[in-house]
Structure formats: structure tokens, C-alpha cells
């Protein structure tokens, strides 16, 4: 199959796309952290290709497409996926819904992170607002963990 | 099964790299402003992955475009006309007082107010970032958009450029927290200073003392100061005014003339497209003001 080594990184891009993707304002807020969610599921799937490096990456140009100070993101992916990497033996035994609560758990402190450093850097203050993903993250990822098992079974990735 | 990391180093140390890396991007990005140049081709670099995030939002305004009804476009054009006819006759008169006003300028041996080179840009992404109130338009570099060029709407100043790439660069709005715009108030030309509140549709006016004569409904208009927006374009309406003599300021929250919230078309000023004598011009309005 002619797709196979593109997969991890296609996936990668089409989250990074659906990120930037123009949303009406009321769902806006509740756009899940598709970045993180396809970064956990390869984690947790395949720790030895994607981890702490490619978290790294897709931070940068996480920050490059949002226009933040370069660094944010790639703190908090970094961060984030190398709890998933350190504990992906354990994380894999969970069902799909106890794994539904530790992302929701990780995408909390993630978007802690996030918020701490940008208040570091600049005046910003905390509006309950910035962890409604958290909600919406924690909904999507049994779908998203079905579909990208579905992909990496079929592409037979290892 | 594989075992992890067969190669290079370990998790602990991988992420202690990255962290540090990240660290440094930050400190020479936000501290240093050292990424001024490179940020130009970072952007141009992923242009494509922002017209793809960019792509269903046009098919959906194209296929609403090709499937507008007839009634809709009888309606739209009678509308249209309309406010041509109504225009142009301010048009006329507007002429006259252009010319009037340039000779009582002359009288009072001001420079004449020069005319602007103007373009128009359009909305490509709004940035999700809840921290910072950006947008991406379809101008940039190749088009001789610059770092700190103002950008308004039809009805009022939106904000100015911040980052330049190759075809589209980066807005930010004056309702973002880290922005703020000299105004006066169009009625008795107190100066002010405008700044955003994190909300798109508010502005703050901040340290405006009690006696201060402002009246809910009063417009802002930039007053040309700093050297950034040209001046006398509205921005902002005074919507509420509380006068609490327990606090060393007013407060005056104001709402932006644009709807920064329903940006679709643009324009891009150029205050310093006109020859040499903007600059002067620009001084002596202020001190006027």
C-alpha cells in the first residue's frame, strides 16, 4: 500500500487543518484540540514513531498558524504526550471511556498550560470560556480513537 | 512488538530537550522579537494548510452565491441602486467641501489633507486562539502590505497588520488585549486612548478622569497620534459611563464601530502613499487636535 508512510503524517495535517478551519463563533468554542486527540491516539498506538519530537513539531507550527509566541503549543503537546508516552502500556488496557477521561483530564491541563504561559507573557485573565474543549475533546475521542484504529488496521502500521 | 526507543535518547531526556527548545523559541520569539524575518517564511511556508482550512467555508459562500434566487437578486440589486443614488448625492456635495476645506486649509496655511492609496483585502481564517483576537487576510508582501498598516471596515478602523507573508498576512484587532488606539472624541476633541478588552464588542477607555466631558452615544474617532492610523476615521461609540467617585477613574466602556465579528470585506490604507508632506501634516493635526 502506497499510503502507508504518509498516514501518521496525513492524519497530523488534516488535524492541524481542522484547528484552523473558520467556525460561526458559538461553535468555535467548543472546538475540540484535534491536534492533541490524533497526537494521544498515535501515542498511545505507536510510542515508538510518534512522541515527544513530533509533538514538538506540531506545536511549532501549531504556533505558526495560530500566530502565538513560537513555543506555547510545543510546551504544552510536549508536555502532555510525554505523559501519554511514559504510561501508554497502562493507557491501552483502559476501556474507551476511561481513556475518554484521561484525555479530558490531559486536554484540561494542557489547556492550563497554555493559559499560564500566555498569562505570563501578556495580560491575559481567565474566562471559564477557555476549557469548554475539554468537554468537546472528551466527547469526540472514542469516535476519533474508532476511526484512527480503523486507519491503522487497514494500513496494517506498526 | 517493538520496543520503544530502540534508538536515541530517552523519553525523560527527549522531553526535557523539547522543553528546553520550546523555551528558548519562546524567550528569543517574545523577548527578543528575533523571528521578525523568519516568521515571514514560516508563514508563507504553511499558507497552503490555511487556503485548505480556508477551502469549505468558500465552496459553502459559492454555492449560496450560485444558488441565490432571482427574487433575491431583483431585491439585492434594487437595494444596491438605491444606496448608489443616495451615495453619489453625498458624493456631489462631499466634492465641494473637499475643494472648500482645502482652500480654508490653504487660508490657514496648513497643508491640504493628502488623498490615500487604499486596497481591498478579504477574510481568509479567523484564528480559534482565545487569548488573541487575529484574523488572516489575502494581502501581503507581494502587495506591499506592511508591519503596522491600519486596515479598516466600511464602517470604521478594525485594527492594523502584524504579521506580513508572501500573499496573506495577519491582522490584529483593536479589541485584543494587547491593543490600544488614540482617539478624540469627535463632539469636543478630548483625546483619548482606546484599549481592547478581549471582547469584540467592547473597548475600554482607561485613567479618564471624573470631569471629563463625555455623554453616552459620543464617537471616537482616531486622532492621528502615534503615527500609526491616519486620523479622523470613526472607532468607537461610548456606551456606558460610570462616574463612581470611590474610584480614581471613570469607567467608560465603548463598542467598536466595526463589527469585528462579521468582517468579510477589508481595506488597507496606505497614510504615507501620498508624498512628502504626510508627515508633517500628521504633527500639525495633532497638535491642532
Known amino acids: 500500500m502506497r499510503l502507508r508512510p504518509f498516514a501518521i503524517p496525513l492524519s497530523i495535517m488534516t488535524a492541524l487543518v481542522l484547528q484552523i478551519m473558520p467556525m460561526p463563533a458559538i461553535a468555535d468554542i467548543y472546538r475540540p484540540d484535534w491536534v492533541l486527540l490524533v497526537l494521544a491516539y498515535w501515542t498511545m498506538a505507536l510510542p515508538n514513531r510518534v512522541n515527544v519530537g513530533v509533538a514538538f513539531l506540531s506545536g511549532v507550527l501549531l504556533d505558526v498558524l495560530l500566530g502565538t509566541s513560537l513555543g506555547i503549543h510545543s510546551i504544552g503537546l510536549c508536555i502532555v504526550i510525554y505523559v501519554l508516552a511514559a ?72 | 512488538m517493538n520496543t520503544i526507543f530502540t534508538r536515541g535518547p530517552s523519553l525523560p531526556n527527549r522531553l526535557a530537550l523539547a522543553l528546553a527548545l520550546s523555551a528558548l523559541l519562546l524567550f528569543v520569539d517574545h523577548k527578543l522579537d528575533g523571528f521578525q524575518s523568519t516568521r515571514v517564511y514560516l508563514n508563507s511556508l504553511v499558507s497552503p494548510l490555511q487556503y485548505l482550512a480556508d477551502l469549505p467555508g468558500k465552496l459553502l459562500n459559492l454555492s449560496a452565491e450560485r444558488l441565490a434566487s432571482q427574487q433575491q437578486l431583483i431585491e439585492e440589486n434594487a437595494r444596491l441602486t438605491s444606496q448608489i443614488m443616495l451615495m453619489s448625492e453625498q458624493l456631489q456635495r462631499f466634492s465641494v467641501l473637499q ?48 508591519e503596522g498598516q491600519p486596515v ?138
Open chain 1, 87 to 158: 504510561n501508554y502500556q497502562r493507557l491501552r488496557n483502559y476501556s474507551v471511556w476511561q481513556q475518554a477521561v484521561i484525555i479530558g483530564l490531559l486536554s484540561a491541563l494542557y489547556h492550563l498550560i497554555l493559559f499560564w504561559l500566555q498569562h505570563l507573557l501578556t495580560d491575559v485573565y481567565f474566562q471559564f470560556d477557555y476549557l469548554l474543549p475539554v468537554v468537546s475533546s472528551t466527547i469526540i475521542w472514542p469516535w476519533l480513537f474508532w476511526l484512527l484504529r480503523k486507519v491503522r488496521r487497514q494500513l496494517r502500521l506498526s
Open chain 2, 99 to 146: 475643494q472648500e476645506n482645502d482652500r480654508l486649509r490653504k487660508l490657514l496655511g496648513s497643508p491640504v489633507q493628502p488623498g490615500m492609496r487604499k486596497m481591498i483585502a478579504e477574510l481568509m481564517a479567523v484564528d480559534n486562539n482565545p487569548f488573541s483576537h487575529q484574523i488572516v487576510i489575502n494581502k501581503g508582501a507581494l502587495d506591499g502590505v506592511y
Open chain 2, 152 to 289: 479598516l471596515d466600511d464602517q470604521g478602523i478594525v485594527g492594523q497588520i502584524m504579521q506580513v507573508g508572501t500573499t496573506n498576512s495577519r491582522v490584529l484587532l483593536l479589541s485584543d488585549v494587547t491593543h490600544a488606539i488614540p482617539v478624540r472624541i469627535a463632539r469636543n476633541n478630548v483625546r483619548l486612548i482606546a484599549s481592547g478588552s478581549g471582547r469584540l464588542d467592547e473597548l475600554l477607555l482607561q485613567h479618564v478622569p471624573h470631569s471629563t466631558d463625555m455623554q453616552v452615544g459620543d464617537l471616537l474617532v482616531s486622532s492621528g497620534l502615534g503615527n500609526v492610523f491616519p486620523q479622523g476615521y470613526p472607532v468607537a461609540k461610548i456606551t456606558a459611563i460610570v462616574r463612581d467617585e470611590g474610584r480614581p477613574f471613570a469607567q467608560v466602556s465603548t463598542k467598536p464601530m466595526a463589527n469585528l465579528d462579521r468582517i468579510r470585506y477589508l481595506l488597507l490604507l496606505w497614510p504615507n502613499d501620498s508624498g512628502a508632506e504626510s508627515a508633517p501634516e500628521q504633527t500639525s493635526v495633532g497638535g491642532g487636535s
